[in-house]
């Protein structure tokens, strides 16, 4: 069992960065795929960025070049460095995990707010 816990989500100005990291507890060494996730109000869970255990990553389109997701040393932490936000950036942002035998493990999500 992988439980994940998210923090880092606040109210930032359009321009601005946030930092969001998500803790992975349990069988950790059963993880072999991290990302991260977001909902906006009336619009489907969609893909921001993963890692794998083997460091390569992923993006969705509307994020490449502004966010970067990256792990510490120990891949006890993903990261989700943001940088110039924009107000569609505005939702719900899930840390994710997926793990070598099929399963799949949910953050409870952190709100991540763009707007002056």
């Known amino acids: 069992q992988v439980q994940l816990v998210e923090s880092g989500g606040a109210l930032v100005q359009p321009g601005g960065s946030l930092r969001l990291s998500c803790v992975a507890f349990?069988?950790?060494?059963?993880?072999?795929?991290m990302g991260w996730y977001r909902q906006a109000p009336g619009k489907q869970r969609e893909l921001v960025a993963r890692?794998?255990?083997?460091?390569?990553?992923n993006y969705a389109d509307s994020v490449k070049g502004r966010f970067t997701i990256s792990r510490n040393d120990a891949k006890t932490t993903v990261y989700l460095q943001m940088n110039s936000l924009k107000p569609e950036d505005t939702a719900v942002y899930y840390c994710?995990?997926?793990?070598?035998?099929?399963?799949?493990?949910w953050g409870q999500g952190t709100q991540v707010t763009v707007s002056s």
């Open positions: 890692i794998t255990s083997g460091g390569d990553t």
């Open positions: 349990g069988s950790i060494f059963s993880i072999n795929v």
């Open positions: 994710n995990s997926a793990q070598k035998w099929g399963g799949s493990s």
